[in-house]
């Protein structure tokens, strides 16, 4: 709806300043006339706004001027209180002033839109953490954060996995992800992208060094590229086996992220596909290293490798690397 569109340019001028015809266009999905009409519209409505010209210019309100607006919408004032990642206030630092924020919020909020923001706290939580998993290490990433907004670059001591050793790295951080519950540092090393844990971090320094980033990159960018590195491996091995159905659900939550085919047959593009009797769901997954496929050991026979024969001769060699350590008395602890 216009209104709405016009709240939003008038909110998006009052944050960032001077902003491009074109970007609140493509920020609103409208043309660039639109806009223009728009701001005509905002400012015979008596908002100081305005349109410069020329490689600078863009549009903007007049210094000084501000506007308390606080009409949200009940969807949007029920959004501000589901506090999804909850543990990451904690982490920042920001448990005590996201509290004070909502307080603020909750009192500016339109009379009938409160009840239902207050019921929403209660009714919905969000819990970042995995069943069963280990209870999360507490994590101090002030000094990652000061690095982030001061624009500094950092020096860190790392522990890679499967290492005891940590090693010495200085990066140029873009920002923090939390994904999962779990901190990591997205930077670059020598204007090389990197993905660092924040748990696996011995020690953090701030250097008096400004950052040095790549040009028109942004943190979105950067963790896109890292992501999909992380999920998406090239070549490596190309595994094809059955999985019971009665496990299917756990395998597709431990193994889901190595599946590169959707295991749907033709005749029934609705239902997986399965062997005569229907019992077995057929899957093609990939790993990077031979090794890697020893993840599929704890299903143990309900999941069946097909091919290659090399993956089935490794699974069988730990398999039977297993049997010999259990065949035989435990040894003393030293």
């Known amino acids: 709806m216009k209104s709405d569109r016009l709240l939003s340019i008038l909110l998006l001028l009052q944050t ?84 004070s924020a909502l307080r603020k919020v909750m009192a500016a909020l339109p009379e009938p839109h409160r009840p239902a923001a207050e019921l929403t706290s209660r009714r919905i939580l969000v819990e970042s953490s995995r069943w069963m998993g280990p209870p999360p290490r507490e994590i101090d990433v002030s000094a990652l954060q000061d690095a982030v907004f001061a624009d500094r670059r950092l020096r860190i001591r790392y522990r890679h996995s499967g290492t005891e050793t940590p090693r010495t790295y200085t990066v140029d951080p873009y920002g923090l992800v939390s994904k999962a519950g779990v901190w990591y540092l997205v930077a670059d090393r020598r204007a090389v992208p990197r993905l660092f844990r924040a748990d696996r971090m011995h020690a953090v320094t701030v250097t008096d060094a400004p950052v040095q980033r790549r040009a028109g990159v942004e943190l979105a960018d950067v963790w896109a590229v890292l992501k999909h590195g992380v999920e998406v491996r090239p070549g490596g091995i190309a595994v094809t086996a059955r ?50 496929t020893r993840t599929l050991l704890p299903f143990a026979d309900h999941l069946e490798v097909l091919e290659p024969p090399e993956v089935r001769a490794e699974l069988a060699n730990a398999a039977a690397a297993v049997t010999r350590l259990y065949a035989g008395t435990p040894q003393a602890p030293p």
């Open 243 to 292: 999985v019971h159905r009665s496990r299917y659900d756990l395998f597709l939550k431990m193994c889901g992220n190595s599946l590169i085919e959707n295991p749907v047959g033709p005749e029934n593009p609705e239902d997986p596909e399965g062997d005569g009797a229907g019992e077995w769901i057929t899957v093609r997954l990939g790993f990077g290293i031979l090794a890697a």
């Open 16 to 99: 960032r300043g001077r902003v491009p015809a074109h970007d609140l266009a493509t920020r609103l999905e409208v043309s660039v006339r639109t806009i223009y009409r728009d701001i005509e519209a905002l400012s015979a409505s008596g908002v100081p706004v305005y349109a410069e010209r020329g490689r600078h210019g863009g549009i903007t309100l007049l210094p000084g001027y501000r506007t308390d607006v606080t009409g949200l919408t009940a969807d949007e004032s029920r959004a501000l209180f589901i506090l999804a990642a909850q543990g990451a206030h904690a982490a920042l630092g920001l448990d005590e002033a996201l509290g």
